[in-house]
């Protein structure tokens, strides 16, 4: 018999115990290989006095922080922070080399302070600044993808022209010099490039020269689309030319790196892009705040790939006994609205979930206000959907835009449809829910309330993402749907994706799968066609960790119920909304969570 956390309640609209989490099976000690480990973590003492190991930790973070918005200006810029936005980072061995020192540096200084000494937020705040500058020098030193992905470089030119022409934080005219400052920049970006790239996996440097052409593209067409909406013809006319000119030369210029790319990098991309065991591990451990095993996360993945398939037998039954799941799910999935349809549809959904969020009650939501819904621009079209928001420090420019990615005009007819399956129409609301309402937009509302800059700079993936993804199952849970079996079907689907890139990452990266045969066990895990599973499992070969969505959603589960719990033998009522709205406020890593929410509390995380 299942555990409790896999079965599914009786009675449908209530909020589920059933995946409270999908790991009952086990907190592990982070493996040797995870070394050197982090410290224990104290327990934080409630006090309304800071220590002075506090005001040391205060003063440390606030010196790092500038440091590394100085070392990362087009993040400092995503951020909401302007003062290196005509910066761009130096991309040189020399500089990374550099980096990685002042890190060991930093690293040393925060090892050198009294941690249980500190109280409160503090506690907190020292533990994801260890677990940040040992993530970054495992990348730097050991990972080393600025020795082989031109992704990232290509990253660094759209992000950091995008980033000063999408969001009017300041007049246009301040944002034009930043643009013709960074654009100046741009040679030695791809001088570097040029200088440290070696031994590419072949899955990069394709992505690289497709994500590099968009990136012309964006250049050539969409920039100055963009700055002309904003009024671009009021500028003056002798900086309109000096930005006209900054742009052409660009625009050759990434147009070269990507004849480059396809020319010289792809012929010879013969690297490997696994990352072996040990460093799939203490990525996972540093990044997430999760130290599990590869081999305990392949039996959970495993364990709750049965479980969700196992539902979807019962849901699809409900629709028509006398097919296969896996044919009522083909058919849900070619149920979806044209390409010309995505766009409205999604608009429409967008506001039924807010009133459904509202009506119900769910979670406190700071404002009314909704994102754009848009087609995803050009230059960022690898995933199916996103959502771009301001950065944490935001003052002026707060739109945020729901990215939607249609169908592109060179795909075969057979290639489109295989596209639009991820949009059928179930799928879709849970999309929206997702990235929206109340996922990732609300989890923007909450940004300002969260109560340190630490914690806003270095939110990790598995809180970001498996909050949005837990609310897909949550909202079902609560009714969305009216108990329609294609709505359940749809979340599960989506369940089963996370579940399918868990088994890709931990197949490409550890135990040695092809990316043929992994693509292939995505779409029987997921219900996909091998076009869209083959493009999801390419996204594996360079975002390893991109389990994170069905860790964070399982720890988010089991956190809720571990709470209720708590509450209850306190002789404490448990309220969704309550819940909901301390977790978003807090903006910690889940396995801190438990901490701040449950002092005293020893219990893992994933269990």
């Known amino acids: 018999?299942?555990?409790?956390?896999?079965?599914?309640?009786?009675?449908?609209?209530?909020?589920?115990?059933?995946?409270?989490?999908?790991?009952?099976?086990?907190?592990?000690?982070?493996?040797?290989?995870?070394?050197?480990?982090?410290?224990?973590?104290?327990?934080?003492?409630?006090?309304?006095?800071?220590?002075?190991?506090?005001?040391?930790?205060?003063?440390?973070?606030?010196?790092?922080?500038?440091?590394?918005?100085?070392?990362?200006?087009?993040?400092?810029?995503?951020?909401?922070?302007?003062?290196?936005?005509?910066?761009?980072?130096?991309?040189?061995?020399?500089?990374?080399?550099?980096?990685?020192?002042?890190?060991?540096?930093?690293?040393?200084?925060?090892?050198?302070?009294?941690?249980?000494?500190?109280?409160?937020?503090?506690?907190?705040?020292?533990?994801?600044?260890?677990?940040?500058?040992?993530?970054?020098?495992?990348?730097?030193?050991?990972?080393?993808?600025?020795?082989?992905?031109?992704?990232?470089?290509?990253?660094?030119?759209?992000?950091?022209?995008?980033?000063?022409?999408?969001?009017?934080?300041?007049?246009?005219?301040?944002?034009?010099?930043?643009?013709?400052?960074?654009?100046?920049?741009?040679?030695?970006?791809?001088?570097?490039?040029?200088?440290?790239?070696?031994?590419?996996?072949?899955?990069?440097?394709?992505?690289?020269?497709?994500?590099?052409?968009?990136?012309?593209?964006?250049?050539?067409?969409?920039?100055?689309?963009?700055?002309?909406?904003?009024?671009?013809?009021?500028?003056?006319?002798?900086?309109?030319?000096?930005?006209?000119?900054?742009?052409?030369?660009?625009?050759?210029?990434?147009?070269?790196?990507?004849?480059?790319?396809?020319?010289?990098?792809?012929?010879?991309?013969?690297?490997?892009?696994?990352?072996?065991?040990?460093?799939?591990?203490?990525?996972?451990?540093?990044?997430?705040?999760?130290?599990?095993?590869?081999?305990?996360?392949?039996?959970?993945?495993?364990?709750?790939?049965?479980?969700?398939?196992?539902?979807?037998?019962?849901?699809?039954?409900?629709?028509?006994?006398?097919?296969?799941?896996?044919?009522?799910?083909?058919?849900?999935?070619?149920d979806h609205p044209p390409a010309e349809e995505l766009i409205p549809t999604a608009r429409r959904q967008l506001q039924e979930v807010q009133r459904f969020v509202m009506d119900k009650g769910l979670v406190t939501l700071p404002s009314e206000r909704l994102p754009l819904v848009r087609e995803t621009p050009p230059y960022a079209r690898m995933g199916f959907a996103s959502m771009d928001t301001p950065g944490p420090f935001e003052q002026r420019a707060t739109e945020a835009w729901y990215n939607i990615t249609n169908v592109e005009p060179g795909w075969t007819p057979e290639q489109k449809a295989q596209h639009l399956t991820y949009f059928n129409r179930a799928g879709l609301l849970g999309i929206t829910v997702h990235e929206a309402m109340p996922g990732h937009f609300v989890q923007l509302l909450y940004e300002a309330r969260i109560p340190t800059e630490v914690r806003k700079v270095f939110a990790p993936a598995s809180l970001v993402e498996g909050w949005a993804h837990y609310t897909e199952q949550m909202m079902v849970d609560e009714g969305l749907g009216g108990g329609d079996p294609a709505v359940r079907l749809g979340q599960l689907r989506r369940a089963l994706q996370r579940h399918a890139r868990w088994h890709a990452a931990l197949a490409l990266h550890v135990f040695g799968e092809s990316v043929e045969a992994a693509a292939k066990r995505y779409a029987e895990i997921a219900y996909f066609e091998p076009f869209p599973a083959l493009r999801e499992v390419h996204r594996g070969t360079f975002n390893p960790t991109y389990l994170y969505y069905a860790l964070g959603r399982m720890q988010i589960l089991q956190l809720r119920e571990d709470y209720r719990r708590h509450l209850e033998a306190r002789g404490q009522p448990f309220s969704l909304r309550d819940f909901h709205d301390r977790l978003l406020k807090l903006g910690l890593p889940l396995s801190l969570a438990r901490k701040a929410l449950m002092p005293g509390d020893t219990a893992p995380s994933l269990r």
Request: net charge neutral.
């Open 1 to 334: 018999m299942l555990p409790e956390a896999f079965r599914k309640p009786e009675t449908p609209g209530r909020a589920m115990i059933h995946l409270r989490t999908l790991s009952r099976l086990l907190l592990l000690a982070c493996l040797a290989a995870c070394a050197p480990r982090v410290k224990a973590l104290p327990e934080p003492a409630p006090t309304a006095m800071s220590t002075p190991a506090d005001a040391e930790l205060t003063r440390f973070a606030r010196e790092y922080l500038d440091w590394y918005y100085a070392q990362n200006p087009v993040r400092a810029t995503a951020l909401g922070l302007h003062r290196y936005d005509g910066e761009l980072p130096d991309l040189s061995a020399e500089a990374h080399e550099r980096k990685a020192r002042e890190l060991r540096d930093w690293l040393a200084r925060l090892e050198r302070m009294d941690a249980t000494a500190l109280t409160g937020d503090a506690v907190f705040d020292a533990r994801i600044l260890e677990n940040a500058l040992r993530a970054d020098l495992l990348e730097l030193e050991e990972v080393r993808e600025w020795r082989r992905n031109p992704m990232a470089y290509n990253g660094v030119i759209v992000g950091g022209l995008a980033s000063l022409s999408s969001r009017e934080f300041a007049p246009l005219e301040e944002r034009l010099r930043s643009l013709v400052a960074r654009m100046g920049r741009l040679p030695a970006v791809i001088a570097a490039a040029k200088a440290n790239l070696a031994d590419v996996p072949r899955p990069w440097a394709e992505q690289a020269v497709k994500d590099t052409q968009g990136t012309v593209l964006y250049l050539r067409r969409d920039l100055g689309q963009a700055l002309e909406a904003q009024g671009l013809a009021r500028v003056d006319a002798r900086l309109r030319e000096e930005f006209e000119a900054a742009r052409k030369k660009a625009e050759g210029e990434v147009e070269g790196f990507a004849r480059w790319l396809e020319k010289e990098v792809l012929p010879q991309a013969h690297g490997d892009f696994r990352l072996g065991k040990a460093l799939f591990e203490r990525k996972l451990a540093l990044e997430e705040h999760v130290e599990l095993s590869a081999e305990q996360l392949r039996e959970l993945n495993e364990r709750a790939i049965r479980f969700y398939q196992e539902w979807v037998a019962r849901e699809a039954a409900r629709i028509d006994p006398k097919r296969t799941p896996a044919q009522v799910m083909e058919a849900i999935t070619k």
